[in-house]
C-alpha cells in the first residue's frame, strides 16, 4: 500500500486530497504542529478523520521534518502547509514567508538529506503571475508577486526547481488558479459572500461589505483540483502545471450569482468598503490550462457558476440541519 504525508490537511485542499487518497487505497498521515490539540474539523466534516494517522511536524524545524519523514517514508508528499491568506499576509508578511518558502526548504532539503524515493507535490499559486490583464498565464508566464504571500509562494517555486534540476529529486509545483468549496474558512470571501447570502435569504437585514468587486479571477472546484494534484506525481518525469477552469469572471458576476440563486437582486444588499481594499491587488487572473488538459488528462468540470450554485445549496442544507435558519420558502434557482 503506497504511503503518503499531507503537510496542511486540516485545510480545504488538504482534507480532500486526503479522501481522494484513501479512496484509493493508500495509507494517508497528515500534519499539523500540534495533533492532539487540533481538531481537523474538515476532516471531520468528511467523516474521514479517524483513517487519518495524524502526526505533529513544524514545518519551520528541519530537524521535525526529518524525523517525520525518517519514520513515515512516505512514497509521496503534498505539501499545501503554510499561511493560505492574501490579505493576512499583507499584516504578517514575515510568518508567511517563513512558513511557506522555509517550509518548502526544510521539506525538499529533509528529502535530499534522506536520500528515500519521495515525490513531492508543492502547492503553488496564479498569485505569483501577478495581473495577466489580457495574457492567460501558463507555465512560462514570468512571475510578477504584488503580495508577500505571492512572494513566498514565488520563492518556494523556485527552490522546487532547483532541488528537481540540481539534486534530480522528484519535485512537482501546482500553480493552482483560485478553487473553492464550502471547506473554505469565512476570512476568504467566496465563503463570506456564501454565508451572508444564505443568512440574508433566510431573513437577516444585514449588508454584505466587500471590497473591489471589478477584480476578475478563474474559479474553480476544490475538490476536482485535488485529482491534479496526485496525477502530477504518477507521471514519469515530475513537471510544473497551471490548474484552472480557463474562464475568468469578475467577484461582481460571483456575487449576482450567489444571490440570484436565492431569488434576490445582489445591488440590494451590497455595500463597498474602502478599509477592505488591500495595498495592492490584481485586477485580473487569466489562466491557460492547456498542459494539464495535454498532459495530465485533466479538465475541469465545474466552472464558476457551478461552483457558487453548489457552495450555496451545501451552506443552506448546514445551516438548517445545525438549526441556524427558519424555513421560510427559499427556493434555489437552478
Known amino acids: 500500500m503506497k504511503r503518503a504525508f499531507i503537510c496542511g490537511i486540516s485545510g480545504q485542499d488538504g482534507a480532500y486530497l486526503a479522501q481522494l487518497l484513501l479512496n484509493k487505497g493508500y495509507v494517508v498521515y497528515g500534519s499539523s504542529r500540534d495533533a492532539q490539540v487540533s481538531s481537523f474539523q474538515n476532516l471531520v466534516n468528511l467523516g474521514i478523520k479517524e483513517q487519518v494517522r495524524l502526526v505533529s511536524v513544524a514545518l519551520n524545524d528541519f530537524r521535525s521534518v526529518l524525523q517525520v519523514l525518517t519514520k513515515i517514508q512516505p512514497h509521496e508528499v503534498y505539501n499545501l502547509a503554510g499561511q493560505s491568506s492574501v490579505g493576512l499576509s499583507f499584516e504578517q508578511p514575515v510568518e508567511t514567508l517563513e512558513s511557506i518558502a522555509t517550509g518548502t526548504l526544510n521539506l525538499l532539503e529533509a528529502i535530499r538529506f534522506t536520500n528515500l524515493p519521495i515525490k513531492l507535490y508543492n502547492a503553488s499559486s496564479s498569485e505569483c503571475f501577478g495581473d495577466t490583464r489580457e495574457l492567460a498565464a501558463d507555465e512560462n508566464t514570468p512571475f510578477r508577486p504584488r503580495s508577500p504571500y505571492a512572494v513566498a509562494k514565488s520563492a518556494a517555486f523556485w527552490e522546487v526547481a532547483n532541488y528537481r534540476e540540481a539534486y534530480e529529486i522528484f519535485a512537482c509545483s501546482g500553480i493552482l488558479f483560485n478553487h473553492e468549496s464550502p471547506l ?53 518525469r515530475p513537471d510544473d502545471y497551471v490548474i484552472a477552469t480557463g474562464e475568468t469572471n469578475k467577484l461582481e458576476d460571483f456575487v449576482a450569482e450567489a444571490f440570484a440563486c436565492v431569488n434576490l437582486d445582489w445591488r440590494e444588499y451590497i ?28 479538465q475541469a468540470r465545474y466552472k464558476m457558476r457551478d461552483v457558487v450554485r453548489m457552495m450555496v445549496q451545501t451552506q443552506m442544507e448546514e445551516n438548517k440541519i445545525n438549526g441556524l435558519m427558519q424555513p421560510v420558502g427559499v427556493i434555489l434557482t437552478n
Open 184 to 236: 473554505r474558512h469565512e476570512r476568504f470571501v467566496t465563503k463570506k459572500i456564501v454565508a451572508a447570502v444564505c443568512r440574508i435569504a433566510e431573513g437577516s437585514k444585514e449588508k454584505l461589505h466587500l471590497g473591489d468587486i471589478s477584480v476578475q479571477r478563474d474559479w474553480g472546484w476544490a475538490a476536482e483540483y485535488v485529482e491534479a494534484m496526485h496525477l502530477m506525481l504518477q507521471k514519469d
Open 271 to 298: 455595500v463597498t468598503s474602502a478599509n477592505l481594499l488591500r495595498p495592492t491587488d490584481i485586477a485580473v487572473g487569466r489562466a491557460n490550462p492547456g498542459k494539464a488538459r495535454e498532459k495530465l488528462n485533466w
